[in-house]
C-alpha cells in the first residue's frame, strides 16, 4: 500500500513500508561460479542465507563405481578444477593402501612437489579471484598471468596445463620429470616469489573491504566442520600434513601459518604465508630427490585390471582449500564398490557461508564468499 | 603393543561393549547397533572426537543392509575413529547426529538421504540438496541403473539424436 502523505518530507524521514526482499547471488558462473546463495534481505542487511548447491553435481562418486581405478584417478582430476593435482594424489593414495603399493621413494618425491606447485597455483587463483570481487582488477590480471608459469611446468611435466590426466596414479606417477626440470622449476618460484612480493605489499581497497568482514570464531569454526586455511585463520593449529604425515612430508621443515583474527583478511593473508610455506618444501623435495623407479615396477605396463584386495580404507590429505578424504570400500573385484569424496567446500560452502552471511552487509558478500577459498566442483562432486 | 590407538579403543571396550580394531597407525574401526549411535557418538565427542570428518552410506542389497559409516577425527590424540552401524534397508531409519555435531552432521545427512533415501530422525531439514525436482529413485542405491532409467524416463527412441543411446540389436 502507497501511503497518502508521501511528502518530500516524509520521504526522508519515514521508513519504508515494506517487510523485506528475495536476493539472488548466483548462479552466473563469473560471479560465484556454479552455486547460487539465496538470501533474504531487509534494508542491506542480509536476514537469512540458504545456499543452493546443485549446479555441477556430476555424481562422481557413482561414476567411480562402474571404473576401474586407472580410469579413476583421471576422473579425480575433475573433482577439484583448481586443484586437480591435490584430488589425483588423494585417490591416489586410497588405491595405493587398499592394493598395498610399495610406492618408491622417487614417487613420493615428485607428488610432493606436485601437490605443493598444486597448491601455489591455487592460492594464486584464490589471490586473483579474491581481488576482482573486492574490486581490484589488477591483482586479479596479474594473479592470472603469474600463474601461467605454473601452467607451463605442469604442461611440461605432465602433459595438461589444466588436467594433469591423472599423473599422479596408483603406484607412483606416471613418468618420470624431463630433464632440466629441476632449474626450470626453481626459476618459477623465483617468479612466484615475485607475486608473493606484489601481493604483500598489500593495497588499500583490499583492506578496506576485508578488515573486519565475516568473523568466524574458532568454535564456531570447529562446530561447523571448517578445515584447512579457513579453521587456521580462526586460530587453530591443524593441518593434515602435519597431524599424519602422508607421502615424505614428515622430511620437510616447514610451518603451519595460522591467524588469529577470523575474518576475511586474515583468511586472505594466511593464503599468502601458504605459499612461501609451499615454497620451502618444494625446494628441499628438490635437494632430496632420489634417483631410481618412477612407479612401481609391477604396475608399469597396465594390460588387464588388478583386482582391489577386500577391505575398506580412509584417507586424508591436505589439498589448498582444506581437508579432502577418500572412503572407499572394496568387495575384491577390479572396481572399487562404493567411493566417498569428502570435500572440504561442502562444508565451507554450505553452513560456514550461511552462518557467515547472516547479519551481514550486502556490499560484503564477494568478499565473505571468495575468502573462503570457494571452489563449486569439489562440493558438489 | 602399547600405543595411543589400543589404549582409546580399549578404553571405548571398557565403556561399552563394542567390536572394535586397529586398522593401522591413526584409524580405528569400531561396530556398533544403530540403537546405542547417539549414546556412543555423544561419548565419542567427550573424549575428544570433536570433527566430524564425513558421514558416508554404502549400500548391500545382497545382504539386505545399508552400512553407515561415521568418521571422527580427534585435533588432540590425531586419531581417526570409524563409526560402523547397519540398518534395514527397506526401512532406512536412523537416529541424527545433528545434536552432536550440529550443522555439520545436518548437511552430510541431507545429502544422504536425497542419495540414499536413508531417514535421519530428528534432521531438522532434509529437502533436496544437489537434485532439484528429481523424482525417481534414490540415485546412488546399487539396484538403480541410471542407463535404463534415462531410456525409460527421458529419451526419446524417435527422437534422432537420443537414438543412439539404445541398444539397436534388442
Not at chain 1, 9 to 25: A, K, Q, R, V
Request: some cysteine; glycine content about 8%.
Amino acid at each position: 500500500m502507497i501511503k497518502q502523505n508521501n511528502t518530500i518530507e516524509n520521504l526522508f524521514t519515514s521508513t519504508p513500508d515494506i517487510d523485506g526482499y528475495d536476493f539472488y547471488f548466483g548462479p552466473t558462473h563469473p560471479g560465484s561460479g556454479n552455486f547460487g546463495v539465496k538470501l533474504k534481505l531487509h534494508g542491506e542487511r542480509i536476514e537469512s542465507a540458504k545456499a543452493d548447491p546443485g549446479y555441477l553435481h556430476r555424481g562422481f562418486e557413482k561414476l567411480m563405481e562402474y571404473r576401474i581405478p586407472i580410469q579413476n584417478s583421471m576422473l579425480s582430476d575433475r573433482l577439484c578444477v583448481l586443484e586437480p593435482l591435490g584430488w589425483n594424489l588423494v585417490h591416489a593414495e586410497a588405491v595405493d593402501e587398499l592394493m598395498g603399493n610399495d610406492v618408491p621413494e622417487r614417487a613420493k618425491y615428485i607428488r610432493v612437489i606436485m601437490a605443493e606447485l598444486s597448491r601455489i597455483q591455487s592460492h594464486i587463483i584464490w589471490y586473483g579471484v579474491f581481488s576482482i570481487a573486492t574490486g581490484f582488477d589488477t591483482g586479479f590480471k596479474i594473479a592470472f598471468g603469474y600463474r601461467d608459469y605454473v601452467l607451463d611446468l605442469f604442461e611440461m611435466i605432465t602433459g595438461g596445463r589444466v588436467y594433469p590426466a591423472g599423473y599422479i596414479c596408483p603406484g607412483g606417477v606416471r613418468r618420470d620429470l624431463p630433464e632440466g626440470t629441476e632449474e626450470k622449476i626453481l626459476k618459477v618460484l623465483d617468479k612466484i616469489n615475485e607475486m608473493i612480493d606484489f601481493e604483500e605489499k598489500g593495497n588499500p581497497v583490499l583492506e578496506a573491504r576485508t578488515k573486519g568482514i565475516g568473523i568466524l570464531k574458532l568454535e564456531d569454526a570447529i562446530r561447523l566442520g571448517a578445515t584447512g586455511p579457513v579453521l587456521r585463520a580462526s586460530g587453530m593449529r591443524s593441518d593434515v600434513r602435519i597431524e599424519e604425515p602422508y607421502e615424505v612430508y614428515d622430511r620437510f621443515d616447514f610451518d603451519i601459518p595460522v591467524r588469529l583474527e577470523g575474518d576475511a583478511y586474515a583468511r586472505y593473508y594466511l593464503g599468502i604465508d601458504e605459499m612461501i610455506e609451499s615454497i620451502k618444501i618444494i625446494k628441499q623435495a628438490l635437494k632430496q630427490l632420489p634417483g631410481g623407479d618412477y612407479i612401481t615396477p609391477s604396475l608399469k605396463k597396465i594390460k588387464l585390471a588388478k583386482k582391489l584386495p577386500e577391505g575398506e580404507v580412509y584417507v586424508r590429505n591436505e589439498v589448498a582449500r582444506g581437508e579432502a578424504a577418500i572412503y572407499m570400500v572394496s568387495n575384491g573385484t577390479e572396481k572399487p564398490y562404493r567411493t566417498k569424496v569428502r570435500g572440504p567446500d561442502f562444508l565451507h560452502m554450505i553452513p560456514v557461508l550461511e552462518f557467515l552471511l547472516k547479519g551481514a552487509h550486502i556490499a560484503d558478500i564477494p568478499a565473505i564468499y571468495w575468502s573462503l577459498n570457494v571452489c563449486p566442483a569439489d562440493m558438489d562432486r | 603393543m602399547e600405543t595411543i590407538e589400543n589404549k582409546i579403543l580399549e578404553k571405548i571396550k571398557s565403556t561399552f561393549r563394542v567390536d572394535g580394531v586397529v586398522q593401522r597407525e591413526r584409524r580405528i574401526w569400531i561396530t556398533i547397533e544403530s540403537e546405542r549411535l547417539v549414546k556412543i557418538c555423544q561419548w565419542l565427542k567427550s573424549e575428544g572426537f570433536v570433527h566430524l570428518s564425513a558421514i558416508s552410506v554404502t549400500d548391500w542389497p545382497e545382504e539386505d543392509c545399508y552400512e553407515i559409516t561415521y568418521h571422527l577425527w580427534s585435533y588432540n590424540e590425531k586419531i581417526l575413529l570409524t563409526v560402523k552401524t547397519k540398518i534395514d534397508r527397506d526401512n532406512p531409519l536412523i537416529d541424527s547426529v545433528v545434536p552432536i555435531w550440529s550443522n555439520n552432521a545436518q548437511i552430510h545427512e541431507r545429502e544422504l538421504h536425497e542419495l540414499f533415501g536413508v531417514k535421519f530422525h530428528g534432521n531438522p531439514d532434509l529437502s533436496q540438496l544437489f537434485l532439484e525436482d528429481w523424482e525417481g529413485p534414490p540415485p546412488f542405491r546399487k539396484d538403480f541403473d541410471w542407463r535404463e532409467y534415462l531410456q525409460k524416463e527421458v529419451f526419446d527412441p524417435k527422437n534422432l539424436r537420443e537414438q543412439g543411446y539404445y541398444d539397436k540389436t534388442k
